[in-house]
């Protein structure tokens, strides 16, 4: 879970393309783990993970086990602003 909290944008869209739209197939259930970070990253705007739920959230043949923990942060939403990462000079 320690990736899901890197600043680093690479790392995190290793794991939304490669793990996260596959966990349902090797997963029964959500970890645990995995609830409050999906979230606390909900809450705070973080895009990538609004857009890695969104098959979650509307696929309706996906257990409820999948939608139940995270459906009020997802409806919930509002995408933080993009930080710009120019320097002002």
Do not use: C
């Amino acid at each position: 879970m320690w990736l899901f909290y890197s600043e680093n944008r690479y790392k995190e869209d290793y794991v939304f393309n490669y793990f996260f739209r596959t966990f349902h197939v090797w997963l029964e259930e959500p970890p645990f783990e995995l609830i409050p970070v999906v979230n606390e990253r909900l809450q705070a705007g973080h895009p990538g993970f609004y857009k890695a739920m969104k098959p979650y959230m509307e696929n309706a043949r996906l257990s409820e086990k999948w939608k139940k923990p995270f459906i009020d942060s997802y409806k919930a939403f509002k995408a933080a602003p993009e930080m710009d990462d120019d320097i002002p000079f």
